[in-house]
């Protein structure tokens, strides 16, 4: 039976979660890590990065409104002289220049990438153009231009139909039945002399 050490320090347990490469140099983070690739650990509050804590222990404080980057481009690692702290531009800056091709085989190029700086990404330009076009064409087999009647069934034609602002195609007849719905369910005013 294995027995697992449980330790009280978090500094000690932080070093019980980590393996150190020496060919880069990494110190390899082998706990939990989040769906983006990087290292989670309590330290005896609450969860934070593993590359954030490492930074904080062993060089120093963190300002909230800054990033911790790793300059090895290893989100697992969690050497502290393998971290920079970085503002949130710059570290988007950086991630772009350290890719080169979108996930389909585009050239990021500084003419076909658009970069979002607030958000910290950046794009392909034309994947964005194609996931537009798509977008417009599923809205579009969508709309009600294929239909030949309403869903109460009456006919889309020349006399029944009034195209609105947004080009949507209205049945005339339904409209006025809203109206007549509408009208009949105002209180009446009765002024009496």
Same mark, same amino acid.
């Given at each position: 039976?294995?027995? #697992?050490? %449980?330790?009280?320090?978090?500094?000690?347990?932080f070093?019980?979660?980590? !393996?150190?490469?020496?060919?880069s140099?990494c110190?390899?983070?082998? /706990?939990?890590?989040?769906? @983006? @690739?990087?290292?989670?650990?309590?330290?005896?509050? &609450?969860?934070?990065?593993?590359? &954030?804590?490492?930074?904080?222990?062993?060089?120093?404080?963190?300002? +909230? +409104?800054?990033e911790?980057?790793?300059? *090895?481009?290893?989100?697992?690692c969690v050497?502290?002289?393998?971290?920079?702290v970085?503002?949130?531009?710059? $570290?988007?800056?950086r991630?772009?220049?350290?890719?080169?091709?979108?996930?389909?085989?585009?050239?990021?190029?500084p003419?076909?990438?658009y970069?979002?700086?607030?958000?910290?990404w950046? !794009? *392909?330009? %034309? *994947?964005?153009s194609?996931?537009?076009?798509?977008?417009?064409? /599923? !809205?579009?087999?969508k709309?009600?231009?294929?239909?030949?009647? *309403?869903?109460?069934?009456?006919?889309?034609? +020349?006399? $029944? !139909?009034?195209?609105d602002?947004?080009?949507r &195609?209205?049945?005339?007849?339904?409209?006025? +039945?809203?109206? &007549?719905a509408?009208? #009949?369910?105002?209180?009446?005013?009765?002024?009496?002399?």
């Open positions: 039976m294995r027995t #697992k050490t %449980i330790y009280k320090d978090p500094v000690a347990r070093y019980s979660a980590v !393996t150190f490469e020496p060919n140099g110190w390899l983070w082998l /706990s939990l890590v989040n769906g @983006g @690739g990087y290292g989670r650990f309590y330290d005896g509050t &609450r969860q934070v990065q593993a590359h &954030r804590y490492a930074y904080a222990t062993f060089v120093g404080h963190v300002a +909230d +409104d800054l911790v980057d790793h300059a *090895c481009r290893n989100r697992i050497n502290p002289s393998h971290l920079e970085v503002t949130r531009v710059e $570290n988007a800056r991630r772009s220049a350290a890719q080169t091709h979108c996930k389909n085989g585009h050239a990021l190029t003419e076909n990438t970069l979002d700086i607030r958000r910290g950046q !794009t *392909c330009r %034309i *994947c964005r194609l996931a537009s076009l798509r977008a417009k064409t /599923s !809205t579009e087999t709309s009600n231009s294929a239909k030949t009647s *309403c869903l109460n069934g009456h006919s889309f034609d +020349d006399t $029944n !139909t009034i195209i602002k947004l080009g &195609r209205i049945c005339r007849q339904c409209r006025r +039945d809203r109206e &007549r509408k009208v #009949k369910s105002m209180p009446r005013i009765v002024v009496y002399r």
